[in-house]
């Protein structure tokens, strides 16, 4: 492999094909590379939510009880957050397309799995692959888009990014719901191993296979003789050793720096998930007539409207005024649904949703790159998504005891707390949170 000085480099990538994009190219916003990714991602999230809003339903039908089945939901939340670090870390080393593929396949791995499940055990094990996959996927399609865009465009394309992220999450479980009724368990994880084909076939057309912004150990010679052979393999043996070594460290498992951005959006994930999973209980518990749907179409929807109007604000607005929004249409959300008594409360909840979490997924993720720095952006968003990971947990969890031990009237006020939590965090580390590297 010849790299720019003419050296022959012995490091091997999957990607042959040449990394730098014409000159016309480099400051487009959206190139072909970028739409490919992304439409990667849409089949990658979407095929994993519409599982996860009836994978506890499944483990009942084989006889799980109300704790177990939390345990099967949750377990691929719980994997995904310790093998983040990990995949974040490679994400840095190796090609962003190799990992995305390896996570795209352990995904159809787990498919196939939930088809063939017949106890609650191989079901567990099912999402343990999953959450492996999903560490995978979702920390390096982040780090590969930030890396195919132009820094001037980052806000914008991580917004872009950031809509088909969320929009998956907002239709997946609405599709996961209406299949499982129509058609049954076993026939909705067959169109979800289908949304992962297409990802991984979609993951194969990328012309740019993302390599890593931080070196390898590489070697380099513009004609060196073979007496040298046997120097520069020991000077290389060293070199890896030291860097195994280098890597065994807290700063190359998480970016430091994006810890406390990390928790401040933990704080609107809480919320977020815990809607997810308790919102049908919530009607039902109050007896309500309304349909749980709308809200995930109306979440959508506004998403989109938002994304595309405000995409230019993204690089122009502080994260201080995002967070500002962004905690407000929070607690409106949250209010929303505490009030509730017809369809026309879910949908100002879907909207201020959308511009709560949704925006603040995209403003969270951008800052994230933004302090960590291109060489270090696989490490950024691995430990922004922890703070998803955390959320997913910690919500549905947390739900669970609000929802056993209160009064449902105080269900959703209770995670109002989460919003000066997470102005606290913010207050502490802003500096932190504000800093830059380039």
Same mark, same amino acid.
């Given at each position: 492999?010849?790299?720019?000085?003419?050296?022959?480099?012995?490091?091997?990538?999957?990607?042959?094909?040449?990394?730098? =994009?014409?000159? @016309?190219? @480099?400051?487009?916003?959206?190139?072909?590379?970028?739409?490919?990714?992304?439409?990667?991602?849409?089949? *990658?999230?979407?095929?994993n939510m519409v599982v996860n809003p009836i994978i506890a339903g499944y483990g009942e039908s084989m006889g799980a009880t109300g704790s177990l089945?939390?345990?099967?939901?949750?377990?691929?939340?719980?994997?995904?957050?310790?093998?983040?670090?990990?995949?974040?870390?490679?994400?840095?080393?190796?090609?962003? @397309?190799? !990992?995305?593929?390896?996570?795209?396949?352990?995904?159809?791995?787990?498919?196939?799995?939930?088809?063939?499940?017949?106890?609650?055990?191989?079901?567990?094990?099912?999402?343990?692959?999953?959450?492996?996959?999903?560490?995978?996927?979702?920390?390096?399609?982040?780090?590969?888009?930030?890396?195919?865009?132009?820094?001037?465009?980052?806000?914008?394309?991580?917004?872009?990014?950031?809509?088909?992220?969320?929009?998956?999450?907002?239709?997946? =479980?609405?599709?996961?719901?209406?299949?499982?009724?129509?058609?049954?368990?076993?026939?909705?994880?067959?169109?979800?191993?289908?949304? &992962?084909?297409?990802?991984?076939?979609?993951v194969l057309l990328v012309r740019n296979g993302g390599k890593p912004a931080r070196k390898t150990v590489t070697m380099q010679t513009a004609g060196?003789?073979?007496?040298?052979?046997?120097?520069?393999?020991?000077?290389?043996?060293?070199?890896?050793?030291?860097?195994? @070594?280098?890597?065994?460290?807290?700063?190359?498992?998480?970016?430091?720096?994006?810890?406390?951005?990390?928790?401040?959006?933990?704080?609107?994930?809480?919320?977020?998930?815990?809607?997810?999973?308790?919102?049908?209980?919530?009607?039902?518990?109050?007896?309500?007539?309304?349909?749980?749907? !709308? *809200?995930?179409? *109306?979440?959508?929807?506004?998403?989109l409207l938002l994304r595309l109007t405000l995409r230019n604000l993204f690089d122009s607005k502080g994260f201080r005024f995002w967070l500002t929004?962004?905690?407000?249409?929070?607690?409106?959300? !949250?209010?929303?649904?505490?009030?509730?008594? &017809?369809?026309?409360?879910?949908?100002?909840?879907? $909207?201020?949703?959308?511009?709560?979490?949704?925006?603040?997924?995209?403003?969270?993720?951008?800052?994230?790159?933004?302090?960590?720095?291109?060489?270090?952006?696989?490490?950024? &968003?691995?430990?922004?998504?922890?703070?998803?990971?955390?959320?997913?947990?910690?919500?549905?969890?947390?739900?669970? $005891?609000?929802?056993?031990?209160?009064?449902?009237?105080?269900?959703?006020?209770?995670?109002?707390?989460?919003?000066?939590?997470?102005?606290?965090?913010?207050?502490?580390?802003?500096?932190?949170?504000?800093?830059?590297?380039?």
């Amino acid at each position: 492999m010849v790299d720019h000085t003419g050296g022959v480099s012995a490091t091997t990538e999957l990607d042959a094909e040449p990394e730098n =994009p014409p000159t @016309r190219n @480099r400051d487009r916003l959206i190139t072909r590379d970028v739409a490919l990714v992304m439409l990667a991602t849409f089949f *990658f999230m979407t095929s994993n939510m519409v599982v996860n809003p009836i994978i506890a339903g499944y483990g009942e039908s084989m006889g799980a009880t109300g704790s177990l089945m939390g345990v099967i939901a949750g377990a691929m939340s719980f994997v995904s957050l310790f093998c983040r670090p990990i995949a974040g870390n490679l994400s840095d080393l190796v090609s962003k @397309r190799l !990992l995305v593929a390896v996570g795209t396949a352990l995904y159809i791995v787990a498919g196939v799995m939930y088809c063939a499940a017949q106890s609650t055990g191989m079901l567990i094990a099912a999402r343990m692959v999953n959450g492996l996959g999903f560490a995978c996927g979702t920390v390096c399609l982040a780090t590969w888009v930030s890396l195919l865009l132009p820094i001037r465009h980052m806000g914008a394309g991580m917004g872009l990014y950031g809509i088909v992220n969320a929009l998956a999450i907002a239709v997946g =479980p609405a599709l996961g719901i209406r299949l499982q009724t129509a058609v049954g368990y076993r026939w909705t994880f067959v169109a979800s191993l289908t949304l &992962n084909a297409c990802a991984f076939v979609t993951v194969l057309l990328v012309r740019n296979g993302g390599k890593p912004a931080r070196k390898t150990v590489t070697m380099q010679t513009a004609g060196g003789s073979p007496a040298s052979d046997s120097s520069r393999e020991s000077q290389s043996d060293r070199s890896a050793s030291h860097m195994l @070594r280098h890597r065994l460290r807290l700063r190359n498992l998480v970016e430091p720096k994006v810890i406390p951005l990390a928790a401040v959006f933990m704080m609107f994930a809480i919320p977020y998930f815990a809607n997810q999973s308790f919102l049908v209980d919530y009607i039902f518990a109050r007896h309500l007539h309304v349909s749980s749907d !709308l *809200f995930f179409v *109306f979440y959508a929807v506004a998403l989109l409207l938002l994304r595309l109007t405000l995409r230019n604000l993204f690089d122009s607005k502080g994260f201080r005024f995002w967070l500002t929004v962004c905690s407000l249409s929070m607690l409106a959300m !949250l209010s929303s649904l505490t009030f509730m008594t &017809n369809s026309w409360y879910l949908l100002v909840a879907g $909207v201020t949703m959308a511009a709560s979490y949704g925006l603040m997924s995209s403003v969270t993720q951008a800052q994230a790159v933004v302090i960590a720095g291109c060489a270090r952006s696989g490490l950024a &968003n691995s430990t922004y998504y922890m703070g998803i990971d955390l959320g997913m947990t910690l919500g549905p969890v947390l739900a669970g $005891v609000f929802y056993g031990h209160l009064p449902i009237a105080w269900f959703y006020p209770m995670f109002m707390l989460s919003m000066p939590m997470a102005w606290l965090i913010y207050l502490s580390f802003r500096r932190v949170i504000h800093s830059k590297n380039a």
